[in-house]
C-alpha cells in the first residue's frame, strides 16, 4: 500500500461534531415506488433502520422507521454447544442466521432492501477467531472448525482470569479492579496456553459484534464499546479526538502494550496491534464503503448501505431506551436527567447501565469506561451472569415442569403466564397478605454462574434455602418467585452499591425478553423501590442497533441525537406504597446478604479440610 493513501481499515474513525408487530401503513408495491415514466411523479419510499442483535440463543432483526417504530422482527436460532464450563458457536452459523432474519424481517415489515438506509449490529461479547482470509479458526477441545467462537458466558479461563488480576495492572482500575473469564484476555490467555495451532493460525480476534460489521464491510475497525469494555482498551485516550470534524490516520491508542506483555500476550502488540484492533472508531461511525456486494446479496439488501460500527448487545439496549421519556413532546427535559438513570437490559443475564460525567470507580462494578455506549460520558456496568438462563434453568429442571409445559403449549401462552397465575390463586388460597409473602419461607441466592457484580466472585455458588418433597405445581411457582424474587435482590445490591460510590440513580429502565414478564417488572420495583419505565418498543437492542444505522447514514449528527429523537416511553412501573411489603423485603434482602456471608464461611471451612 503506499504511503499517500491509507484504508479506512487502518484508520482510528471519529464522529464528526458536536411484541407484536406494529400496524403497518398502506404500502405500495415494490414495483411501483420510485418508478419514473416521464410522466407520473417520483413517490419517494420510506427511510428506514435496520438493527441486527445476535444474542446466545438466535439472531434477531428489526426494522424501525424514523419514528423509531418497530415495523416488523423475525428471529431465527444458533446452535451452540455447551460442556461444562466450555461454551462454544460457530461464525458461519450466526451469519446465516443473521441473513435468514433480515430477510424474513424485511418480509414481514413489507419493506424492499431499497429502502434501508443504515444498518448497525449488536452481540453478546463472545470471541471469535478468524484466519488471514476470515475463515472461522477452531477454539475447541475437539478440533472442529466450525467451532470458532467463545460464547461470552464460556468460564474456561478461571484460572487465567485469577493469574491476570494478580499482576495489579493500572487498566484492572477500570475494570471494576479484576477481569472477569468472561472478558477477552483471560480467555486469550487460555488459548495460547491450550491451543497453540490455534493461536499461530488466527489472523483476527474480534468481539462477536465487531466480527458482524467486518464481515458486512469488510473494514476490520473494532468499537469502542468492545474494545472499552472487553479487552481492556482505555477509551479516554481518544478524549482529545472526540470534536474533530474528520476521520484521522491515527493508530488506536488506548491499548496499554506493557498490560499484555505482562500477562504473557505481547505476541498481540505485533504489527500496531493488527491482531486485536488497529483502528477503533466511536459507536455508530460509518464504515468502510458500506455493505460489500457480497454481503448485502446474503441479506437481501442493496450494497453500499451504510454500517455503523457496533455496539455490544447490552450496550445497544442501553442506547434504546436511556432518552425515553413519556411525553413524545417533552424531549427537551432535564438535559441531566440521564445521569439518574440505570438501564436494566434483561435476557439470559441482565446487565446494569449507568452513565456519569465524572469517572467514578467502583468495586466490583465494570467501569468507568469512557464512550463505551453514551459518547462523552463514563459507563459504569453492573452484571448478573445469569437470570433468564437462571429461570429457565429452575423451571426446565423442576419434576412438574413437562406438564407445565404442555399446558403452556395447549393455551399458546408462555410458561411464565401458568406460573404468575399459579401464584394469584395461591395467594387466595393461603390467604397471604400480599403475593410477595410467599416465600417466606424459601430463600435463594442466584449466583449459579459465580457474582458478576458488585462481589465479583466467579467462584459464588447458587444457594436454595428452604426446599422441601413437595414436586407440585404450586412448589415450583414459589419457587420461581423466590428466584425472581433472588434476582431483583441483587439488583438492588448493584444499585446501591454505585449510589454508594457517586451514582444518584433514581429510576430504572427495563427492556429485554424479562421486560415483558410483569411479575419479573413489579417485584423489581418493589424490592429495589425506584420507579421502572418499559420503553414504547421493547426490542430496544434492536432499535439501539438501528439506531447505529441511522447515525451512519449522517440522518443524526450524534448518537445522542439519535437517542432522543427515537427512544420514547411507554407504561411505568410504579413500587408498592404498602410499607408491610417493603418491610418484608428488606427482611429477606437482608437474608439474601447472609446466604453469600454463610456460603464463605462454608468455603473457608471446607478449604482448611482440605489442606
Given at each position: 500500500?503506499?504511503?499517500?493513501?491509507?484504508?479506512?481499515?487502518?484508520?482510528?474513525?471519529?464522529?464528526?461534531?458536536?411484541?407484536?408487530?406494529?400496524?403497518?401503513?398502506?404500502?405500495f408495491?415494490?414495483?411501483?415506488?420510485?418508478?419514473?415514466?416521464?410522466?407520473?411523479?417520483?413517490?419517494?419510499?420510506?427511510?428506514?433502520f435496520?438493527?441486527?442483535?445476535?444474542?446466545?440463543?438466535?439472531?434477531?432483526a428489526?426494522?424501525?422507521?424514523?419514528?423509531?417504530?418497530?415495523?416488523?422482527?423475525?428471529?431465527?436460532?444458533?446452535?451452540?454447544w455447551?460442556?461444562?464450563?466450555?461454551?462454544?458457536?460457530?461464525?458461519?452459523?450466526?451469519?446465516?442466521?443473521?441473513?435468514?432474519?433480515?430477510?424474513s424481517?424485511?418480509?414481514?415489515?413489507n419493506?424492499s432492501?431499497?429502502?434501508?438506509?443504515?444498518?448497525?449490529?449488536?452481540?453478546t461479547c463472545?470471541?471469535?477467531?478468524?484466519?488471514?482470509?476470515?475463515?472461522?479458526?477452531?477454539?475447541?477441545?475437539?478440533?472442529?472448525?466450525?467451532?470458532?467462537?467463545?460464547?461470552?458466558?464460556?468460564?474456561?479461563?478461571?484460572?487465567?482470569?485469577?493469574?491476570?488480576?494478580?499482576f495489579?495492572?493500572?487498566?484492572?482500575?477500570?475494570?471494576?479492579?479484576?477481569?472477569?473469564?468472561?472478558?477477552?484476555?483471560?480467555?486469550?490467555?487460555?488459548?495460547?496456553?491450550?491451543l497453540?495451532?490455534?493461536?499461530?493460525?488466527?489472523?483476527?480476534?474480534?468481539?462477536?459484534?465487531?466480527?458482524l460489521?467486518?464481515?458486512?464491510?469488510?473494514?476490520?475497525?473494532?468499537?469502542?464499546?468492545?474494545?472499552?469494555?472487553?479487552?481492556?482498551?482505555?477509551?479516554?485516550?481518544?478524549?482529545?479526538?472526540?470534536?474533530?470534524?474528520?476521520?484521522?490516520d491515527?493508530?488506536a491508542?488506548?491499548?496499554?502494550?506493557?498490560?499484555?506483555?505482562?500477562?504473557?500476550?505481547?505476541?498481540?502488540?505485533?504489527?500496531?496491534?493488527?491482531k486485536?484492533?488497529?483502528s477503533?472508531?466511536?459507536p455508530?461511525?460509518?464504515?468502510?464503503?458500506?455493505?460489500?456486494?457480497?454481503?448485502?446479496?446474503?441479506?437481501?439488501?442493496?450494497?453500499?448501505?451504510?454500517v455503523?460500527?457496533?455496539?455490544?448487545?447490552?450496550?445497544a439496549?442501553?442506547?434504546g431506551?436511556?432518552?425515553?421519556?413519556?411525553?413524545?413532546d417533552?424531549?427537551?427535559?432535564?438535559?441531566?436527567?440521564?445521569?439518574?438513570?440505570?438501564?436494566?437490559?434483561?435476557?439470559?443475564?441482565?446487565?446494569?447501565?449507568?452513565?456519569?460525567?465524572?469517572?467514578l470507580?467502583?468495586?466490583?462494578?465494570?467501569?468507568?469506561?469512557?464512550?463505551?455506549?453514551?459518547?462523552?460520558?463514563?459507563?459504569?456496568?453492573?452484571g448478573?451472569?445469569?437470570?433468564?438462563?437462571?429461570?429457565?434453568?429452575?423451571?426446565q429442571?423442576?419434576?412438574?415442569?413437562?406438564?407445565?409445559a404442555?399446558?403452556?403449549?395447549?393455551?399458546n401462552?408462555?410458561?411464565f403466564?401458568?406460573?404468575?397465575?399459579?401464584?394469584?390463586?395461591?395467594?387466595?388460597?393461603?390467604?397471604?397478605?400480599?403475593?410477595?409473602?410467599?416465600?417466606e419461607?424459601?430463600?435463594?441466592?442466584?449466583?449459579?454462574?459465580?457474582?458478576r457484580?458488585p462481589?465479583?466472585?466467579?467462584?459464588?455458588?447458587?444457594?436454595?434455602?428452604g426446599l422441601?418433597?413437595?414436586t407440585?405445581?404450586?412448589?415450583?411457582?414459589?419457587?420461581?418467585?423466590?428466584?425472581?424474587?433472588?434476582?431483583?435482590?441483587?439488583?438492588?445490591?448493584?444499585?446501591?452499591?454505585c449510589?454508594?460510590?457517586g451514582?444518584?440513580?433514581?429510576?430504572?429502565?427495563?427492556?429485554?425478553?424479562?421486560?415483558?414478564?410483569?411479575?419479573?417488572?413489579q417485584?423489581?420495583?418493589?424490592?429495589?423501590?425506584?420507579?421502572?419505565?418499559l420503553?414504547?418498543?421493547?426490542?430496544?437492542?434492536?432499535?439501539?442497533?438501528?439506531?447505529?444505522?441511522?447515525?451512519?447514514?449522517?440522518?443524526?449528527?450524534?448518537?445522542?441525537?439519535?437517542?432522543?429523537?427515537?427512544?420514547?416511553?411507554?407504561?411505568?412501573?410504579?413500587?408498592?406504597?404498602?410499607?408491610?411489603?417493603?418491610?418484608?423485603?428488606?427482611?429477606?434482602?437482608?437474608?439474601?446478604?447472609?446466604?453469600?456471608?454463610?456460603?464463605?464461611?462454608?468455603?473457608?471451612?471446607?478449604?482448611?479440610?482440605?489442606?
Open positions: 500500500m503506499s504511503a499517500s493513501r491509507i484504508s479506512l481499515s487502518e484508520t482510528a474513525p471519529l464522529l464528526g461534531q458536536e411484541q407484536s408487530f406494529q400496524s403497518l401503513p398502506t404500502r408495491p415494490s414495483s411501483a415506488v420510485g418508478m419514473d415514466s416521464g410522466t407520473d411523479a417520483v413517490i419517494p419510499r420510506q427511510s428506514v435496520l438493527g441486527v442483535d445476535v444474542g446466545t440463543g438466535s439472531a434477531r428489526g426494522i424501525f422507521d424514523e419514528s423509531g417504530k418497530l415495523l416488523g422482527s423475525s428471529s431465527s436460532p444458533i446452535q451452540i455447551k460442556d461444562g464450563n466450555f461454551i462454544e458457536q460457530s461464525s458461519t452459523d450466526i451469519w446465516h442466521a443473521v441473513c435468514a432474519a433480515v430477510k424481517a424485511c418480509s414481514k415489515a419493506i432492501g431499497e429502502e434501508v438506509k443504515g444498518l448497525g449490529f449488536a452481540a463472545s470471541l471469535v477467531a478468524v484466519d488471514a482470509d476470515g475463515s472461522p479458526v477452531t477454539v475447541s477441545w475437539s478440533g472442529d472448525s466450525r467451532r470458532n467462537v467463545i460464547v461470552w458466558m464460556d468460564h474456561r479461563a478461571v484460572e487465567q482470569a485469577e493469574r491476570i488480576n494478580s495489579n495492572s493500572t487498566v484492572l482500575q477500570y475494570c471494576g479492579g479484576s477481569l472477569s473469564p468472561e472478558m477477552q484476555p483471560p480467555k486469550l490467555l487460555w488459548v495460547k496456553e491450550n497453540p495451532d490455534t493461536w499461530s493460525m488466527v489472523f483476527r480476534w474480534m468481539d462477536l459484534s465487531d466480527w460489521s467486518y464481515r458486512a464491510t469488510g473494514d476490520d475497525t473494532r468499537s469502542l464499546c468492545t474494545t472499552v469494555c472487553k479487552w481492556t482498551y482505555l477509551g479516554h485516550a481518544h478524549m482529545s479526538q472526540y470534536n474533530e470534524k474528520d476521520s484521522r491515527m493508530e491508542c488506548g491499548w496499554d502494550d506493557d498490560f499484555w506483555e505482562e500477562i504473557g500476550l505481547a505476541d498481540l502488540v505485533d504489527g500496531h496491534h493488527a486485536i484492533g488497529r477503533v472508531a466511536f455508530g461511525h460509518p464504515l468502510g464503503s458500506g455493505l460489500t456486494p457480497i454481503a448485502a446479496k446474503e441479506l437481501g439488501l442493496v450494497a453500499g448501505i451504510p455503523g460500527t457496533s455496539l455490544i448487545d447490552a450496550h439496549g442501553g442506547v431506551v436511556m432518552e425515553s421519556v413519556q411525553d413524545s417533552s424531549k427537551e427535559i432535564d438535559k441531566e436527567m440521564i445521569l439518574n438513570r440505570m438501564a436494566l437490559v434483561c435476557g439470559t443475564s441482565t446487565c446494569h447501565m449507568a452513565v456519569s460525567r465524572d469517572k470507580f467502583i468495586p466490583g462494578v465494570w467501569g468507568p469506561f469512557w464512550s463505551a455506549m453514551v459518547p462523552e460520558y463514563w459507563l459504569t456496568e453492573g448478573q451472569s445469569a437470570t433468564g438462563a437462571l429461570l429457565d434453568h429452575i423451571i429442571n423442576h419434576v412438574a415442569s413437562p406438564h407445565l404442555n399446558r403452556a403449549a395447549s393455551q401462552i408462555s410458561v403466564d401458568i406460573l404468575n397465575k399459579l401464584l394469584e390463586d395461591l395467594m387466595v388460597d393461603l390467604k397471604s397478605p400480599f403475593l410477595a409473602a410467599l416465600t419461607d424459601t430463600h435463594v441466592l442466584p449466583d449459579f454462574h459465580g457474582n457484580s462481589i465479583s466472585d466467579p467462584k459464588s455458588k447458587g444457594v436454595i434455602y422441601t418433597l413437595d407440585s405445581e404450586q412448589e415450583l411457582a414459589i419457587l420461581y418467585l423466590a428466584t425472581v424474587q433472588a434476582i431483583a435482590y441483587g439488583t438492588r445490591h448493584i444499585v446501591e452499591h449510589n454508594s460510590h451514582h444518584k440513580i433514581n429510576t430504572l429502565l427495563a427492556c429485554g425478553g424479562l421486560a415483558k414478564n410483569s411479575l419479573f417488572i417485584e423489581h420495583a418493589d424490592i429495589i423501590g425506584c420507579p421502572i419505565i420503553p414504547r418498543e421493547n426490542e430496544s437492542v434492536l432499535l439501539g442497533a438501528a439506531i447505529l444505522g441511522a447515525v451512519a447514514s449522517r440522518k443524526y449528527s450524534t448518537l445522542q441525537e439519535a437517542m432522543k429523537s427515537l427512544n420514547a416511553a411507554g407504561q411505568v412501573i410504579y413500587p408498592c406504597t404498602e410499607p408491610k411489603v417493603k418491610v418484608y423485603h428488606d427482611a429477606k434482602y437482608r437474608i439474601f446478604g447472609e446466604l453469600y456471608k454463610k456460603q464463605l464461611s462454608h468455603r473457608s471451612i471446607m478449604a482448611e479440610a482440605l489442606s
